[in-house]
Each structure stands twice: as structure tokens, then as C-alpha cells.
């Protein structure tokens, strides 16, 4: 079992994004109302499927392995095989870099421009056009490369990479995706909006996809240490954001990105989380490494997975993609 490694992230914050505007947001102060039913999509599948977790380590790489896991997940649930087909992070980060801000038509400040060139920083946007225009290749055609740069990537793809990969791309009709965005004309903190807009709130909308099968790839603002990496994280993967008046935020905050797989109701006598969504990491093993002696509920799936709640998603989340 491997300890998590320094801390480096890997989500690009959304332009005009703030802790104020983002818990000012209508959909955030709406309260989910969610049938009481777990949702595991790994229930059917690790049974007989080898799925080894993966580990960024000390790279900007959440984006790509977030997306990959969910894909080998949608895929073998589509297909029912009995073995997971496994994609390289590898192949898909470096082609998530070659989808560049300005050819995915987005206007980033030279802050967001710094932290992609120095800790490899992308946008889930970047991967949906990856999808589209690379596709995904066998994980063993190009195996994750030992580096001490966190935005190290491949800036020319091998051939015979990209003919593999290219069998595996995606029509953009087969993808949702969103961002939070500013909306001209309204000052802050009420100026933030998403740019394809909601029915309800995205607790019900990422709860109606698994509901249907579907995982969720989700972007997260990492706010204090308290969060996402704290011990209660790192040792029983439960993710859980200070208190509202104890959080400050100070600059530009970073992101980290997860597939969402499973859903779990509140337990009796919770009426604080909204429930809890399950998730696959990207920091090995050594994240929940004491899953199995948790003293929260509901506890994580496993190593390498953790579990936030709704109340904090329907806030917290900043981007994502999912099929459709």
C-alpha cells in the first residue's frame, strides 16, 4: 500500500468562479429531494472485473484519470463482458493538453495559463474535446510515465497510439457537459450561473444518471486542507467541507476531479448531508487505506475510493461530463 504523495490537483477553476458567488447560487440553497435508494454501479461489475486503481501521484492528471475510469466503467457495463477494457491516462492526458484553451473557444486569464504550464492544470471542457477529436487508447500501448514534472506530457502521440485511439472516439451528441460561468450584467457574489441551465439542482441530475447506469466525472474546488485531503479523507475517504463561517478562501482556489459511482440515502436522524455520493479517486491505494474500520457512515467502497455529500456537491461542484 502506497501513501498518498504531496498533494498536487489537477482541476482548472472556472473564470469569475468565488466561494461567495458559488454558495449564492439559487440551485446551491435548493434542497435535493431524492428517492430513498442506493445506487452502486460497481455492484454488477467487481464481482469478475479486475480494475486496478490508479494513482496521479504528484501530477496534474485528475481530469484524465477521472474520465478514463469512467468510461472502462460505462463501457463494461454497456458490453456485460466479464473483463474490463483498461484505457491509458497516460494517452488521454497528453491529449487533453494538445486541446488547448483556445481551440476549445475558452477565455482564461494568465493565472489559468501559469498553473496548466506549471502543474498541468486542465478543464474537463479540454477532455470533452479530447473524446471527440482523440479518443482512447489501450492502457498498455502507453503505461503513465514516472516524472517529477506534474505537467509533463506527450506533445506528440506515437502513431500507432492514435490509430487505436481513434477507433474509440465519441460524437459530441454522446457527451453533456457544463461549467459554472459568469453572467454579464449581474455584480457579485449573485453573478454566477451555469452555462447550460438547470431543471433543479445538479444533486438530482447526477443522481438521476447513475440511476440509468451512467458515471459521473466531477470537478470540485478545493478550498483548505480540511477537505479533500485531511486524515479523515486520506485514511477513511470521507471528504467533507468546513462549516460555512469557518471557511475562507484566499486567491485562485484549486481543483480535483472524481468519477462519482454510487449514491447512498442519509441515514436516519441525518438531516444535514442530503445523502452521499460515492466515488472513485486518483491517489491509490493509500486513500481510504482504513476503508474497512471506519467509524462514519455510510463508509467508502473500498482503497482508492471516498464518499462526499450532497449538500456539499450541490456547492462545491464546479464542472462536469457525463454520457448522455
Not at 442530503?274 to 466515488?279: E, L, N
Request: charged residues 20%.
Amino acid at each position: 500500500m502506497a501513501l498518498m504523495a504531496e498533494a498536487v490537483y489537477g482541476a482548472c477553476t472556472p473564470p469569475g468562479w468565488t466561494l461567495e458567488g458559488a454558495r449564492d447560487m439559487p440551485h446551491a440553497q435548493t434542497a435535493a429531494v431524492l428517492p430513498q435508494s442506493r445506487i452502486n454501479l460497481l455492484d454488477d461489475v467487481m464481482s469478475h472485473a479486475d480494475w486496478p486503481l490508479g494513482d496521479q501521484a504528484g501530477r496534474g492528471t485528475c481530469n484524465a484519470y477521472a474520465v478514463v475510469a469512467a468510461e472502462e466503467l460505462y463501457r463494461t457495463r454497456q458490453s456485460k463482458t466479464q473483463n474490463m477494457q483498461l484505457f491509458s491516462q497516460e494517452h488521454f492526458y497528453s491529449a487533453i493538453r494538445q486541446c488547448t484553451f483556445e481551440k476549445i473557444g475558452m477565455q482564461v486569464d494568465d493565472d489559468v495559463k501559469r498553473a496548466q504550464h506549471t502543474q498541468g492544470l486542465t478543464f474537463l471542457a479540454q477532455a470533452k474535446q479530447a473524446l471527440i477529436e482523440f479518443g482512447l487508447c489501450q492502457d498498455t500501448l502507453m503505461p503513465m510515465f514516472e516524472t517529477d514534472d506534474p505537467a509533463f506530457f506527450m506533445q506528440e502521440i506515437p502513431e500507432a497510439v492514435a490509430k487505436d485511439a481513434a477507433s474509440r472516439r465519441l460524437d459530441a451528441d454522446a457527451l453533456e457537459h457544463n461549467i459554472i460561468d459568469v453572467r454579464t450584467g449581474t455584480a457579485p457574489p449573485q453573478n454566477l450561473t451555469w452555462v447550460k441551465a438547470l431543471r433543479s439542482n445538479i444533486v438530482t441530475l447526477f443522481k438521476d444518471k447513475l440511476a440509468h447506469g451512467i458515471p459521473v466525472v466531477a470537478s470540485f474546488a478545493i478550498l483548505d486542507k480540511g477537505s479533500w485531503f485531511s486524515n479523515t479523507a486520506e485514511q477513511w475517504g470521507k471528504v467533507r467541507y468546513c462549516l460555512k463561517e469557518d471557511l475562507k478562501v484566499s486567491g485562485r482556489p484549486d481543483g480535483h476531479t472524481v468519477c462519482i459511482v454510487g449514491y447512498e440515502p442519509p441515514a436516519d436522524g441525518d438531516t444535514q448531508s442530503g445523502g452521499w455520493f460515492h466515488f472513485r479517486n486518483s491517489h491509490g491505494d493509500g486513500f481510504a487505506r482504513y476503508f474497512d474500520d471506519n467509524p462514519f457512515e455510510p463508509g467508502a467502497l473500498g482503497k482508492g475510493y471516498g464518499y462526499i455529500s450532497a449538500k456539499d456537491v450541490n456547492v462545491y461542484c464546479w464542472e462536469y461530463i457525463f454520457r448522455k
